[in-house]
Structures are given as structure tokens and as C-alpha cells.
């Protein structure tokens, strides 16, 4: 596994920079931020092992084993071995996640181990908490852990994050979809592409955009962006803007130094800090003082 810049030599990737978090018996974690030379489909190729991908930040688009799919800051990816996988940017650099790659014998210690290693992959989203547990994680290593600790966080953190998925069942609101278009496959590849592609307008950090300007963006009238979007997602637009723009947020909260709390607020379009305050709380549960401390690398664990 390679630390630094570059493809990863296992298969062939995207140019990327990497960094090891670490590698206890039977996982290994690490981040990776993408950089982009082509916006086009990368060659497609197998997976060699079980492995998650938890998005951080920006966009992607993939194609799983045929079918296409869209990744943003939000996005769980699960990988097995023998899924083909090829990628696309965009909107060029700046996408980032954190992979764990698994041993197919850490999943068969599980009690659901029949899940895991007989079924294709699988997308969907993660929760404020999960992403937050994710980024804690993230800041826990960087700030250094011994092995033994480390393969217990990671242990602790893989159940969650399996408790939270399942390998069986669509993205939220797939099958409502179905049911109001009947089913017609150009209309749900159409409704699917819209709402990627407001995801993508939402992705590239513009939050001062009103939803009119939105719907323009994406070629539709505002009622139909909305109503698409809820049935595609499972989620309205105002709650999906404020999951990734509080995880704008906390990227700039793990910043050593990073800027006020005003500035943030005023930086990812709340009202002012109290609203600021407000909308991180209610997303995961502490406001942005105490998520500075627990997620910069540097301060205490």
C-alpha cells in the first residue's frame, strides 16, 4: 500500500494522495484524496478483496458491476472481491474518502458473516453519528494509537458501521420510485440523473444558492427538483444540503488552525454562528466548539 502520491500499484487508479492511517491484524485503513488528469471513465477492474469506502468530501461518479452510481461527502461504498468497479470526476480534483480494506477472515469471525462474503456490492449513505465516529476514528490515528488499540477501535468501528448498512436493500426511497413512475426504465434513469445531478451542484460548495437557482442549474422547475429528489434519496434538498455542508464543516473544523466559528458560519451559508450551532448539533449531536477539540489532530484524544 503505498504512502504518498501516485496510483495505487495493486490496480490501476486514479493519481491520488495517500496516507496509511494504520494496519492492525486483518485491516488496513487509509485516506486518500483523488487528482484528476481526465474527467472520463477510468479502466474498469476487479476488486481483489472486501473493502468500504466512506466518502469525506466532493464527488465521484462510479459503475458497479455495470450499474452507475454517484458519490459525494455522504456516500458508503461496499466492495467484494470479483466486483468491477470504474470511476469518473466531474467535477475534477478534490473528492476524498477513507477505505478500509478487510480480510475476508475478519468478516467470517462475524456473527453475520453470510452477509458480507456472498452478496455484490453495495451503496448507500451514512448517518451524522456514523460520519462523525468515522471522522473521530480518522483524528484518533492521526493523533497515534499502538496496534492493539488501534485494531480495537477499528473492530468497534467496522460493527457500527456494518450495523448501520445492509448489503440487501436499495438506496432510500428506490422503492417508492418505482412504484410512482411504473417502473419505466427511462424514467427512473432520467429521475436518478437529476438528482445526481443536483447532488453535484450541492457538492461543489456554493451554499448562498437558493433552490430556484439550483433547479435552473439542473434543468428543472423547482417542485419537480424537490419532488424527484425526495422520492430518488429518500431525503428533501434542504436536509441533503445541510448533511454535506456540515460535512464541509467539520473538514474545516479538524484544521489545526483553523478559522473562527463566525467566519465558518458566514464561509457555508448559515444565518450566523447560532444557526451555525443549531444545524451541527442537530446533524451529530455536539455543536462546533466541542468538535473542534475532538477532531484536530493535535489536541488531546
Partial sequence: M?????????????????????????????????????????????????????????????????????????SVLLLRPGDEMAVAHPLGCGDSYTCLEIDTEVLAERPDTERWLHTAGWQGSSDGPLDLAHRMLVAQFRRGLDRFEMGERLHRFLDRLLGHVSPDRELPGAVDLDRAVGRRAATLAAHRHLADRAREVLAEGDYSLSLDEVAREVGASPHHLSRVFQRVTGSSLTAWRNRVRVRAVLD??????????????????????????????EQVGHPPARLRRLLTPDQAA
Fill in 2 to 74: 503505498p504512502e504518498g502520491v501516485g496510483s495505487d500499484p495493486r490496480r490501476k487508479t486514479s493519481p491520488a494522495r495517500w496516507r496509511v492511517l494504520g494496519h492492525p491484524d486483518g485491516i488496513l485503513a487509509y485516506q486518500v484524496r483523488c487528482i484528476v488528469e481526465d474527467h472520463g471513465w477510468s479502466r474498469t477492474a476487479a476488486e481483489t478483496g472486501h473493502k468500504v469506502i466512506l466518502g469525506r468530501s466532493g464527488v465521484y461518479r462510479h459503475r458497479v458491476n455495470g450499474r452507475t452510481g454517484f458519490s459525494d461527502a455522504t
Fill in 252 to 281: 474545516t473544523l479538524a484544521e489545526t488552525d483553523g478559522p473562527p466559528l463566525r467566519v465558518v458560519a458566514s464561509e457555508y451559508g448559515f444565518a450566523d454562528q447560532a444557526h451555525l450551532t443549531r444545524v451541527v448539533r
